[in-house]
């Protein structure tokens, strides 16, 4: 088994969301269970460790850069889900949110990111309920995956 | 003249600290710790030892970071001594942790070497979070060089008596030419490690001299207390012994680093070559050029220095102290190696350097505004407040050692030839008042006491201590028992003086200083030592009690107050036996305690004329040999303008040197002992001393210090820059006009020492210390 990654899987329409790992939390999203909207995750610049000083009567500021330090990774979305599968969302949720370790996060454009970790995922609480045409009666929640990748970019 | 370590552009990058841990204890092989964050690194002098706090990373380090991947450690993998991961040992108080910084070039630099005793591990629980720490206290090698054996300083190391044997043979002992090499040296372990015990000096004359590769390094050593051919150590000696004896691990070698333990040598030995040969008397003099200041605190004299059970570092602290100069432990790279060395320097005369605010010059590139300007925060406190522009120094009395006549301390006495009865009676004749004197002696025990004479002047007599007659109390104790040198001039002549014999009213005026030739010694304006007379009336009337001469048998002991009789009016002068004569507590004078003044004869001569005839006869003369106090106290004479003061008033502190400073002459007076006297003695006491010229240069030393302002300063530059050095000083904060100028015109600048450099994660403090050597002077 190699590294866990955290990748867009899928073609249709509404895209599922993966996590190849077994018993690394096994798959968010699967297809069939739930369905997301589809948007760009933003890739944040990574930041500066940067330490700032001036000096009394001279303009501007002068940077000492200590480093590259984490970039956030955020991928935000909406989730519509049946019962059923709002409660196996919710178990894969806990299961996902305790992942120790890196893992590689692959962007839709299957460019990599390694050495990643994740913050606690939250369901957005809307309480909207509505029809789908295909999944019948669904809850609608937003949600927000927050992805940190600790590794420089000499690693 | 600009900083030069500093960032280049406006967004620089910063060459961090980074800690190197040798990877075997003694294996000299430093590996870079990526785990290792330097929280605070400090550089230090004398007791201030330098040291650093290092954070230690406790997580696992992942694989494609760069770095080597290392599981998480426990701190029982390093407080057990478990193996580290990583590292293949375990890290023991006994690997070297080196604290280095990458050049520009890429390359580490060592700023740093020591040992870390005391791990620390904690976790901390604030509410739901908790935390866990790892934490190296890193000290430098100067504390463990401190635990060193041979850095315990106790015993002294002296020539061996084959050594000194062979010098015996080969050159008198207060010949100074080097003999005898460290073959010739063993450890004396009964004798304390104590330089100039009270003063006396404990060295042996002639060095030896201890090869090292081709360099010849002189050492003195020690010889026992009371040796007669012993010289005063001076610091630089001192310095140069503990170096030898107690710094370096051993004294073979073919170069310094040879003989090197965990220290080794910086500039001492260099330091100093030029003055291990050289006395106190070769001291430069105050105030005190910059190029002199080394030599003037290291030819000062050591009084009872004692190392006895201090380790070399602590020895090396109070040398410092006491000599107003600093060391240092320098973590230089050899090679491969690290080196600590030791260095030495005079306060205030380090390698002068600024720091810079010089502000922008409109269009200037960024790396020059940053040359030009590399502290942003900065406390200046310069405090005037101590400087004492006219030290009082005050040493000991004056004494003198005279021979003096003195004069009958008792009212003329009517069976003394000295008066009439009141009623107008003439004297009697002398033989009858002879007569009186010794009939007692042919009376048996039961008649004797009722003899008047034995009665009134013996010393068993009732009435000897004194009767009352019409409510008079008639004393006869005195009656040619006290006689006194009248300095009180409480003996008026109109109630002393005889009107017959020698004892007549001139003799009982107050008795002079200039009767005994006494002359007083001084420091004059220009510098030089001078004598004259002391004036008459310069003493005030006060009771002047003797004390024991200055001049001594072969043994050195004192001859005592030395009181002689004359049985014929002055021409001979002869002692009496021994325990007769007591002296006065409140005055000069003395009293003679035999029981019968008519059975005191010259010595060998039973049968001839009695002290009690001698004064009947008017041929009784009494004089005393001793020391007398003046009143003056020995002095310098300092000349404040000499130093710069930069205060216009005058202050004024005193310093009670008494114990330390002392002037007891005999050869200033008229003393029958002395050297060119009517009967000069074979020597003198370890009282007679001469510490003019010791506490001029002690006021001039005092003056070197309290006449400067104190600076202490704390400068932070904002980056890490190596631009500072302890034991730099530092002379200004270009562009701001404040100079750290210690004295005024005309004074010799200085300027405050760094002894302090604090470097954190993003910057450097430099710290100065104007400390005055008045903290560390004796006074005592």
């Given at each position: 088994m190699g590294v866990p990654r955290l990748q867009h899987v899928g073609t249709s329409a509404w895209l599922d969301i993966g996590l190849e790992a077994g018993a690394q939390g096994g798959a968010l999203w699967t297809a069939g269970t739930a369905r997301s909207t589809w948007g760009p995750p933003s890739i944040e610049a990574r930041g500066i460790d940067r330490q700032l000083e001036s000096f009394a009567d001279i303009d501007g500021v002068f940077e000492i850069r200590h480093g590259q330090r984490e970039r956030r990774i955020v991928w935000p979305g909406i989730l519509r889900m049946t019962d059923v599968a709002r409660a196996t969302i919710l178990a894969q949720r806990d299961s996902f949110n305790g992942l120790a370790g890196e893992f590689l996060y692959v962007d839709i454009d299957d460019t990599e990111y390694g050495g990643c970790v994740i913050e606690p995922l939250e369901l957005g609480r809307s309480g909207m309920r509505m029809t789908d045409p295909v999944m019948g009666l669904i809850w609608v929640a937003p949600y927000e995956i927050v992805v940190r990748q600790l590794a420089g970019p000499s690693a | 003249?600009?900083?030069?370590?500093?960032?280049?552009?406006?967004?620089?990058?910063?060459?961090?600290?980074?800690?190197?841990?040798?990877?075997?204890?003694?294996?000299?092989?430093?590996?870079?710790?990526?785990?290792?964050?330097?929280?605070?690194?400090?550089?230090?002098?004398?007791?201030?030892?330098?040291?650093?706090?290092?954070?230690?990373?406790?997580?696992?380090?992942?694989?494609?970071?760069?770095?080597?991947?290392?599981?998480?450690?426990?701190?029982?993998?390093?407080?057990?001594?478990?193996?580290?991961?990583?590292?293949?040992?375990?890290?023991?108080?006994?690997?070297?942790?080196?604290?280095?910084?990458?050049?520009e070039a890429g390359d580490p630099h060592t700023m740093f070497c020591g040992y870390c005793d005391e791990p620390q591990y904690s976790e901390e629980v604030s509410g739901a979070q908790a935390s866990k720490a790892f934490s190296l206290l890193v000290e430098g090698v100067l504390k463990r060089h401190s635990d060193t054996e041979y850095a315990q300083v106790y015993g002294r190391w002296m020539r061996t008596a084959a050594g000194q044997d062979a010098l015996d043979v080969a050159q008198v002992r207060s010949e100074t030419e080097p003999f005898g090499d460290a073959g010739d040296v063993g450890f004396v372990e009964s004798l304390a490690c104590?330089?100039?015990?009270?003063?006396?000096?404990?060295?042996?004359?002639?060095?030896?001299?201890?090869?090292?590769?081709?360099?010849?390094?002189?050492?003195?050593?020690?010889?026992?207390?009371?040796?007669?051919?012993?010289?005063?150590?001076?610091?630089?000696?001192?310095?140069?012994?503990?170096?030898?004896?107690?710094?370096?691990?051993?004294?073979?070698?073919?170069?310094?680093?040879?003989?090197?333990?965990?220290?080794?040598?910086?500039n001492t030995i260099d330091l100093t070559d030029p003055v291990i040969e050289l006395t106190t008397s070769d001291r430069p003099s105050a105030p005190v050029a910059v190029g002199d200041a080394w030599a003037y605190a290291m030819l000062g004299r050591p009084g009872s220095f004692v190392c006895e059970g201090c380790s070399l570092a602590e020895a090396f602290v109070m040398l410092a102290d006491a000599t107003g100069t600093h060391f240092r432990v320098d973590s230089v790279d050899d090679g491969e190696l690290i080196k600590n060395r030791c260095y030495w320097w005079a306060r205030g005369c380090g390698t002068q350097k600024d720091l810079y605010r010089l502000g922008v010059i409109s269009s200037e590139p960024i790396d020059v505004v940053l040359a030009n300007n590399n502290t942003n925060r900065y406390t200046v406190r310069p405090d005037a407040s101590d400087i004492i522009v006219n030290p009082i120094v005050r040493g000991d009395v004056m004494k003198w050692e005279i021979t003096a006549e003195l004069v009958p301390g008792w009212m003329p006495d009517r069976n003394l030839h000295e008066r009439a009865e009141d009623d107008g009676d003439e004297l009697s004749s002398i033989g009858d008042l002879l007569s009186f004197a010794t009939i007692h002696q042919e009376l048996?025990?039961?008649?004797?006491?009722?003899d008047s004479w034995y009665d009134q002047y013996h010393k068993?007599?009732?009435?000897?201590?004194?009767?009352?007659?019409?409510?008079?109390?008639?004393?006869?104790?005195?009656?040619?028992?006290?006689?006194?040198?009248?300095?009180?001039?409480?003996?008026?002549?109109?109630?002393?003086?005889?009107?017959?014999?020698?004892?007549?009213?001139?003799?009982?005026?107050?008795?002079?200083?200039?009767?005994?030739?006494?002359?007083?010694?001084?420091?004059?304006?220009?510098?030089t030592t001078k004598t004259r007379d002391v004036a008459d009336g310069e003493w005030s009337r006060i009771g002047r009690p003797l004390e024991d001469c200055l001049s001594a048998d072969a043994d050195r002991r004192s001859l005592g107050v030395v009181v002689e009789f004359s049985w014929d009016g002055g021409a001979t002068w002869e002692k009496i036996p021994a325990g007769s004569v007591k002296l006065l507590d409140s005055e000069a004078g003395i009293y003679l305690d035999a029981e019968d003044l008519t059975k005191v004869f010259r010595q060998n001569d039973e049968e001839g004329v009695s002290l009690w005839e001698a004064y009947l006869n008017g041929v009784l003369r009494v004089r005393v040999t001793a020391v007398i106090a003046g009143d003056a106290r020995l002095e310098p004479n300092l000349d404040a303008s000499l130093f710069g003061v930069p205060l216009a008033d005058c202050t004024s502190r005193l310093f009670d040197v008494a114990k330390r400073f002392k002037w007891a002459s005999r050869s200033l007076a008229n003393s029958q002992f002395r050297p060119n006297g009517a009967s000069p003695a074979v020597s003198e006491t370890s009282k007679c001393v001469d510490d003019l010229a010791e506490i001029q240069r002690y006021g001039e030393s005092l003056l070197e210090v309290l006449s400067r302002r104190q600076i202490p300063a704390s400068m932070t530059v904002p980056w890490i820059t190596q631009d500072y050095s302890v034991g730099d000083s530092i002379a200004s904060i270009l562009g701001t006009g404040i100079e750290f100028w210690t004295i005024g015109p005309g004074g010799v600048q200085r300027f405050p020492d760094v002894v302090s450099l604090v470097f954190t994660r993003a910057e450097t403090r430099v710290v100065t210390d104007d400390r005055r050597l008045l903290d560390v002077v004796r006074l005592t």
């Open positions: - | 003249m600009a900083a030069i370590d500093h960032p280049h552009t406006r967004n620089d990058d910063a060459r961090p600290l980074t800690v190197w841990i040798e990877d075997e204890a003694g294996s000299e092989n430093y590996v870079k710790d990526p785990r290792c964050r330097v929280a605070e690194l400090k550089l230090g002098c004398d007791d201030d030892v330098s040291s650093a706090k290092v954070n230690v990373f406790l997580g696992e380090i992942p694989d494609g970071r760069g770095i080597d991947p290392e599981a998480a450690i426990s701190p029982s993998d390093v407080f057990d001594a478990e193996v580290r991961v990583g590292f293949g040992t375990f890290l023991s108080a006994d690997q070297r942790i080196a604290i280095r910084r990458d050049d104590v330089f100039n015990p009270d003063r006396k000096g404990n060295r042996a004359a002639a060095p030896v001299t201890i090869a090292v590769g081709d360099r010849d390094v002189l050492v003195h050593v020690f010889t026992h207390d009371g040796d007669p051919d012993g010289e005063q150590w001076t610091w630089a000696q001192v310095l140069r012994y503990l170096m030898m004896f107690h710094f370096f691990s051993t004294r073979t070698g073919d170069s310094l680093d040879e003989l090197a333990g965990e220290l080794s040598d910086g048996d025990e039961e008649n004797v006491k009722l068993r007599g009732c009435h000897f201590h004194g009767h009352e007659v019409d409510n008079v109390l008639h004393s006869h104790r005195d009656v040619l028992r006290k006689w006194v040198l009248r300095e009180t001039g409480s003996y008026r002549a109109a109630d002393y003086a005889r009107a017959e014999g020698p004892f007549t009213a001139d003799l009982y005026a107050p008795w002079k200083p200039s009767s005994c030739n006494i002359a007083i010694e001084y420091v004059d304006d220009d510098g």
